[in-house]
């Protein structure tokens, strides 16, 4: 899928992080600003109905819900959210202008804290 929002190379190179670390179990990729989003992958067998604006908007304010909640925790500082639904799980990874939504399948949290850190990196290594 083309983004509108980040160079094509960026959006590839979200796809197949998220792909490499996750291999089949991968559902969906979805690209977020503070204003916009971008889907950069579906997988085939999911229907494209989803509202992604309100899932995506609440997600994007969830985000910043946590870093005020917890900006003074010992916990020390957020680095990801994984959510667990009936038929899947959510990775959120975010920063102060844009993030990552990731589905899947079921995931150790050892692959959920590598695929954040490896889309973190890129995220980080992209700048604005």
């Given at each position: 899928m083309d983004s509108q929002l980040?160079?094509?190379?960026?959006?590839?190179?979200?796809?197949?992080?998220?792909?490499?670390?996750?291999?089949?179990?991968?559902?969906?990729?979805?690209?977020?600003?503070?204003?916009?989003?971008d889907q950069?992958?579906?997988?085939?067998?999911l229907?494209?109905?989803?509202?992604?604006n309100t899932f995506v908007g609440?997600?994007?304010?969830?985000?910043?819900?946590?870093?005020?909640?917890y900006q003074e925790s010992e916990l020390g500082q957020y680095k990801f959210t994984v959510r667990a639904f009936e038929n899947g799980y959510l990775l959120r990874i975010a920063e102060d202008r844009r993030g990552v939504l990731i589905t899947t399948d079921g995931l150790s949290m050892q692959s959920?804290?590598?695929?954040?850190?490896?889309?973190?990196?890129?995220?980080?290594?992209?700048g604005d």
């Amino acid at each position: 899928m083309d983004s509108q929002l980040l160079s094509s190379e960026l959006a590839e190179n979200i796809v197949t992080t998220a792909r490499t670390a996750t291999g089949d179990s991968l559902r969906s990729v979805n690209y977020f600003t503070r204003s916009d989003f971008d889907q950069l992958y579906l997988r085939e067998d999911l229907e494209r109905d989803a509202d992604l604006n309100t899932f995506v908007g609440h997600e994007w304010r969830g985000y910043r819900e946590t870093q005020n909640a917890y900006q003074e925790s010992e916990l020390g500082q957020y680095k990801f959210t994984v959510r667990a639904f009936e038929n899947g799980y959510l990775l959120r990874i975010a920063e102060d202008r844009r993030g990552v939504l990731i589905t899947t399948d079921g995931l150790s949290m050892q692959s959920y804290e590598e695929i954040a850190e490896a889309l973190k990196r890129l995220l980080r290594n992209a700048g604005d």
